[in-house]
């Protein structure tokens, strides 16, 4: 499948930040554009002229756009000038989105990630169901910017490099850009799934309208990403947002890092597993009971019984709500983020709990209290958030302003 060969890819950087300022909706007219960017009228007549011409912009000249009192002529993205394709790879499942430019999903699947096969698999089925969403679509094929992929870490994002991904035993070290490039022959982006679904938020979600994010992220794992002053923060390993491995608790429990009490032996869906299973034990001992080796219950199946009330499903995901609550506290701390958004498919069926919980911890040990609350929003995106992610990282990278002169 050859992509992405009409979409107009902006290299101006006037004009990204145009676009930029009319897809967040900051500002719609002519004069506010100018005003906004500090450019002449002439300047952003020009840039407007160009972005017309180009199809990535529209002129609603409606009485609705006169009856608001703004101008009579309004600037709007055209979402059909451009589209991406997203795919989020999880341990069991594998989403897939087709998305317009304004990042609303026109096709949607789901498949089971192969179990056999590792990577080679994978990408074997990533190259025909992308093919077979266009296609059913309707949509031309040198409309759609390329692929973009959300997987888990750890990965170089640059090379597309996935590096013993947790959960998925026969990946290794996998060049999965490579794999995906020379089965598609598209532009292709690799990044973290939780970095991936922090630019879909930016894009089209709770967050479109901020420039500083913290996002957690809640599937088979759990992952956090920043995005600050409207670009993703990596660091100098590429490890920058990332909670699993900060220490919360120096008496907790050993991990796999080599400190103790990590956010993420609290807060992971397998932590909590673990935790429900030592609660039960304990309850089913303090009753007397016969010992019995009960089913392990899944993830999914904590989630549904803690949300029907009191029970040591319930205890054990409000404790690693409080306790994922402390870790992000240290972050709003020192980053000051405009945002903190909870998504992920982990996250869903147990939403009531980590929103109340989370947004309760901010706000009564926020420091400088009355000064400025948290806000703390779920995503709308629900289980498709990694791959409407995915989608994103191509639009993103092809029409966000950033500054390379």
């Not at 990630?113 to 089925?125: L, V, Y």
């Not at 031309?140 to 990965?155: K, M, S």
Request: proline share 6%; hydrophobic share 40%.
């Amino acid at each position: 499948m050859r992509t992405g060969t009409r979409a107009l890819r902006l290299g101006d950087y006037n004009q990204q930040v145009v676009l930029e300022l009319v897809r967040t909706r900051t500002a719609t007219s002519r004069a506010e554009l100018a005003q906004r960017t500090g450019l002449t009228f002439q300047a952003i007549s020009k840039i407007v002229r160009r972005l017309v011409a180009s199809g990535l912009l529209l002129e609603d000249t409606s009485r609705e756009a006169a009856r608001t009192g703004r101008p009579p002529t309004v600037l709007r993205i055209d979402p059909t000038a451009a589209y991406a394709l997203g795919v989020h790879i999880d341990r069991d499942e594998t989403a897939y989105v087709l998305v317009d430019l304004a990042g609303t999903v026109v096709e949607r699947e789901r498949r089971r990630t192969p179990r056999r096969g590792g990577p080679s698999r994978s990408a074997d089925q990533i190259a025909r169901v992308t093919r077979q969403l266009v296609e059913r679509s309707g949509i031309e094929r040198d409309q759609v910017l390329g692929v973009g992929v959300g997987a888990p870490g750890p990965l170089d994002p640059g090379e597309g490099i996935l590096d013993n991904p947790g959960g998925m035993p026969e990946w290794g070290r996998v060049h999965l850009k490579k794999m995906l490039v020379e089965r598609i022959s598209c532009d292709v982006a690799v990044d973290n799934d939780a970095v991936a679904a922090a630019v879909g938020e930016t894009w089209n979600g709770k967050a479109h309208d901020v420039r500083n994010l913290l996002f957690v992220y809640i599937g088979w794992g759990l992952g956090t990403a920043l995005v600050l002053d409207g670009q993703v923060y990596r660091g100098g390993a590429g490890l920058g947002g990332d909670l699993y491995h900060v220490p919360i608790d120096p008496g907790g429990p050993l991990c796999p890092c080599g400190s103790r009490g990590c956010v993420g032996q609290y807060a992971s869906p397998a932590a909590i597993l673990e935790d429900v299973r030592r609660r039960s034990k304990v309850r089913r001992h303090a009753a007397s009971r016969p010992h019995t080796a009960p089913t392990p219950p899944s993830y999914g199946d904590v989630c549904r019984v803690a949300v029907n009330g009191p029970s040591v499903e319930r205890d054990a995901l409000v404790h690693a709500a409080t306790m994922l609550g402390l870790g992000l506290l240290g972050v709003v701390a020192v980053l000051d983020p405009d945002l903190v958004v909870l998504g992920g498919a982990g996250l869903e069926a147990a939403r009531p709990i980590y929103e109340s919980v989370i947004r309760r911890t901010l706000t009564e040990r926020v420091p400088l209290p009355g000064q400025r609350e948290t806000r703390v929003e779920i995503s709308d995106a629900g289980s498709d958030v990694g791959a409407i992610g995915a989608a994103s990282l191509l639009l993103h990278n092809t029409y966000a302003p950033r500054f390379t002169g």
